[in-house]
Every structure is written in structure tokens, then in C-alpha cells.
């Protein structure tokens, strides 16, 4: 007799996710869930009532790493107290410590790197056979070298379904895995390997199939969304045109019923002049950019092997805000790189007040095992790291507090992506400009775009009313 498939009647067993770090990683676990629902598993927000907890880890700084190493040991005891509880550890942690991990941690019972994502449910079944930690790392070359057209990350052309469970608004898709830049602070290209990027049409199939589900906003997720496609290409350089990026945007952008269409991470070495000029082709795109620049110092940017000066990242700020004027960016900085004098570090105070972001992700330098930057002289105390992230962060609350006050008395178009569920009524939404903004309603405004008279603001967040006439429509 053959197995028969699973039927509406199997028991079900629960599975609860705890994801850590960047969008990438809730983009993967998505992709997990979507693998374990086709093994029968529910998901659960507990670990107490789970059958397998997976924790989808980051290793970007020591810090994130810390607290898995932590929380490991709370899900340890928890596997005490409940023997058949199976642990899988997936993720960057996973991949940069192998089995070192294992041997630190032997109630693992899966160890997965972000690179083996399919291989999850084979895993699990083979642990459960021979009782035995199993382990999957690595990175599997390009698509064609595959068999059939699987492809290395896209497990399938599906949508995944969403990390709670819900129908959700807004909702990622990857479009292009791991990072060839190797910028000499950063660990992705060692726990994320080579960019393999997505074909075209399975990132149109899943991103169509998101919006049929009911998503108005995407987000394309890369580590370089701007080198999508150059893999498939076998170039390292943008084309003038904009290349494939440019083209997947304007294919993703065309989906009837999609409203908004964002993506992260833009690495500013290739911005290019057609993706600055799309933003104002495309309203899909909204006015909202992430632009990681990570200091404001020439000699720090090349020790970081940046690939861009100063003068080129403002270059590609006003490309933006010429076709945008009032175009909100956020950016990444990192304080305290090896090496970094006071007056570099001033640099980056001096860029952040000229470039007036909307808000930063300001980050004291934090030494990666195996990058280049770990292994330089003149690493800075953490005293005054201390000090330098304070001045900045205080620097760019003034500035963020300030653009948010400005918002003042505008009617922004609001997309409502969830209701509070600390505060049921409260609603939140973000402008083209990437802002929260938060509405008291009694109508439900999840997945509608209203016009919102700004009322309020402070450094997080703007609140504001919906205009009548909105109202009456729905
Ligand atoms: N130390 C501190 N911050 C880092 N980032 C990446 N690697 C490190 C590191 N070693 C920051 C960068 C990057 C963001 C995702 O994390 O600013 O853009
Ligand atoms: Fe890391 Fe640089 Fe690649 Fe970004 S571009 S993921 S910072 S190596």
C-alpha cells in the first residue's frame, strides 16, 4: 500500500515561529510555515503548546546573537518539562556558528541555514526517525544548476501565508538572496552567501498571488534589491537603463488592485538615475525611500568598502529629490567603526543634519567573526560608542521630531495596516512618505487608503482624523 496524502481528518500538530532580526528573515519564516502547513502543522503563539518551535535567528551584531543564545536556554527548559518537543534553529545564528551551535546547544534537534529553507520538512522527518540532531548549511549555486527549476530560495511560486496567521495588508517578497559586496563590517555575505536573484515571473506569480489574497502594499526584499537580476545577467554593473530591477518594479507595479510598492535594502553604489526617475513615473512607488549610507566620512566609507564618497551619496539624494521634492529618506549608520576619529564621526553628524532623513537605524559598530573590519586596528571603546550613538540618535530625534510636526494640518493618504491590540479602535497606517500615523475609528479601516488631516505628531508617530466623506463610502 502507498502513503496515502495528509486529509482534512490528520491530526494537526502546532508549530510556533519566533523570528528575529531584518524582513528577510520574516520573508523566510513565512516561507517555513507555508513548507509545515504541507506537513500538517498549525501555527501557535506559544512555544508551551507547540510540537516544534523554530527560532529564525540574525547574527548582523553580537547583540542579536546574545539574546538567541538566551532565549535558547528558556526553550531548553521548556523541552525538559515536555520531552517531544522538537527545536529547530534556522537563520544566520545557524549558519555562521554550524555545529559549533550543536555542540552548545544539543537539545537542537534542526539547525538550518537560511540557504536550505526546503529542506526544512526533510529534516524534521529524518530527526523524528533517528532521534538525532540534523543539520543543513550552506549555499546551493545558481537556479540553472539545480534540478528542474526549483530555485535555490523560491521554494515554490506561491504565496506564502503570513506570519500570524492573517490576511495581512501589506506583505514582503523576496526577490533576490544574499550580498556580493562583502562591505568589511557586515556578515551577510558569509551567513547569506552569493546573490542568487528570483526570475521574474515567480516574484510576479507570488506578488500577484499576495494581492489576490488581499495585500494593497509589497514590499521587494534583497540585501541589494538594486543588483537584482545582475546574476542572471552575469554582469556586476547596473545597466544605464536601470537594468533589471528597474524593469521587475514597473512589471510588480502594473499588478491591478496593488496600491503600493516598496523595497529595501537600496545600496546606494547602485542607485541609478532611471530608479530615481520611476519615482516620479510610478505613485505606486509612493515617496518613501530607505538609502543606507552607514557614515559621513570619505576615508570611513572607503575603510568600510562602501564603494560610495559623500559627494556620490548626495549626488543620488538629489537625483530623488529632484523628480520627488519632498521625498522622505531613512538611512543606516553605524557608530564607532575601527578607527573612527572624532571629527569623522562629526561627518556623520554634519550628513545627517544636510540630509534631514525622516529617521535613521543608528547602530554601534559591532566586530563580526570573519569580516575585515574585525581583524582592523584602533577598535573604539564601548564608552565612547556610547557617547557617539546618544549624539546622534539625539541629533536625529530633533530632526524626525521636527519633519512630524511639520505633517501638521496636511491630508495624507493613509494605508491601515492593522488595528492596536493594546488599544482596540486605535488604528495605524503609514503615508506615501512612510510615516505612522494613528486614527481613532469605529469603522475598521484595515486594508483601506483614506485621507487623514494630520492633527498631531511626535518623534514616532503622527494621529489625525479621517476626512468624512471617506467615511460614508465604505
Ligand atoms: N556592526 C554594527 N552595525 C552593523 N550593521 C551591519 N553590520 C554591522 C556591524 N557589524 C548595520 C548596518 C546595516 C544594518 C542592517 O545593520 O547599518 O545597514
Ligand atoms: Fe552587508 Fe554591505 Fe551587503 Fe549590505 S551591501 S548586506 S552592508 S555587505
Redesign the pocket.
Known amino acids: 500500500m502507498t502513503d496515502l496524502p495528509s486529509t482534512a481528518s490528520s491530526p494537526q500538530k502546532k508549530v510556533h515561529i519566533e523570528t528575529w532580526g531584518?524582513q528577510m528573515n520574516v520573508a523566510d519564516s513565512e516561507k517555513m510555515l507555508s513548507l509545515l502547513q504541507g506537513e500538517r502543522y498549525e501555527l501557535t503563539d506559544s512555544p508551551e503548546s507547540a510540537d516544534l518551535v523554530v527560532m529564525n535567528t540574525c547574527h548582523?551584531?553580537e547583540k542579536a546573537r546574545h539574546k538567541v543564545l538566551s532565549r535558547l536556554g528558556v526553550l531548553n527548559e521548556i523541552k525538559q518539562s515536555k520531552p517531544g518537543l522538537k527545536i529547530a534553529v534556522t537563520g544566520c545564528v545557524a549558519q555562521a556558528d554550524g555545529k559549533k551551535l550543536l555542540e552548545l546547544a544539543p537539545q537542537i534537534d534542526v539547525l538550518l541555514g537560511p540557504g536550505k529553507i526546503d529542506d526544512l520538512p526533510r529534516l524534521l522527518r529524518e530527526s523524528a526517525d533517528t532521534n538525532r540532531s540534523m543539520t543543513s548549511l550552506g549555499f546551493d549555486r545558481h537556479s540553472e544548476e539545480k534540478d528542474g527549476h526549483e530555485h535555490a530560495h523560491g521554494s515554490n511560486a506561491a504565496s506564502a501565508p503570513s506570519i500570524t496567521g492573517k490576511p495581512e495588508v501589506s506583505r514582503y517578497v523576496n526577490i533576490i538572496q544574499g550580498c556580493n559586496n562583502f562591505?568589511t563590517?557586515?556578515?551577510?555575505p558569509f551567513t547569506r552567501g552569493r546573490e542568487i536573484s528570483r526570475p521574474l515571473a515567480e516574484v510576479l506569480s507570488e506578488a500577484s498571488d499576495l494581492v489576490a489574497k488581499g495585500a494593497k502594499e509589497i514590499t521587494l526584499l534583497g540585501q541589494n534589491v538594486n543588483s537584482y537580476g545582475l546574476d542572471l545577467l552575469n554582469t556586476d554593473i547596473v545597466p544605464d537603463d536601470g537594468g533589471p530591477f528597474v524593469k521587475l518594479l514597473v512589471a510588480v507595479a502594473a499588478i491591478p488592485g496593488l496600491e503600493r510598492l516598496r523595497f529595501t535594502?537600496s545600496n546606494p553604489h547602485d542607485f541609478t538615475m532611471p530608479l530615481a526617475g520611476l519615482f516620479a513615473a510610478q505613485p505606486k512607488l509612493g515617496r518613501y525611500i530607505h538609502l543606507?549610507v552607514?557614515a559621513g566620512n570619505d576615508r570611513t566609507l572607503a575603510r568600510m568598502k562602501r564603494k560610495v564618497t559623500v559627494a556620490e551619496y548626495l549626488e543620488k539624494v538629489q537625483w530623488l529629490r529632484e523628480q520627488i521634492p519632498d521625498v522622505a529618506i531613512s538611512t543606516?549608520?553605524?557608530v564607532g567603526f575601527p578607527g573612527e576619529t572624532e571629527e569623522e564621526f562629526q561627518g556623520t553628524l554634519n550628513l545627517v543634519e544636510q540630509c534631514q532623513f525622516s529617521f535613521i537605524?543608528a547602530?554601534?559598530?559591532?566586530?563580526?567573526k570573519g569580516?575585515a573590519?574585525a581583524r582592523f586596528a584602533d577598535q573604539i571603546d564601548e564608552k565612547t560608542m556610547d557617547e557617539r550613538l546618544a549624539r546622534l540618535n539625539a541629533l536625529q530625534d530633533r530632526i524626525t521630531t521636527k519633519l512630524n510636526q511639520a505633517e501638521i494640518g496636511q491630508v495624507r493618504e493613509v494605508l491601515f495596516i492593522y488595528e492596536s491590540a493594546k488599544e482596540p479602535g486605535i488604528f495605524v497606517g503609514r503615508t506615501p512618505h512612510f510615516r505612522t500615523v494613528r486614527v481613532r475609528s469605529k469603522i475598521n479601516l484595515i486594508g483601506k487608503t483614506s485621507s487623514v488631516m494630520i492633527s498631531g505628531a511626535n518623534k514616532v508617530a503622527l494621529v489625525g482624523d479621517v476626512l468624512e466623506q471617506n467615511l460614508t463610502i465604505h
Open positions: 531584518c548582523i551584531r562591505c563590517f557586515c556578515v551577510v535594502t543606507p552607514q543606516d549608520l553605524i537605524f547602530f554601534k559598530y559591532s566586530p563580526r569580516t573590519a
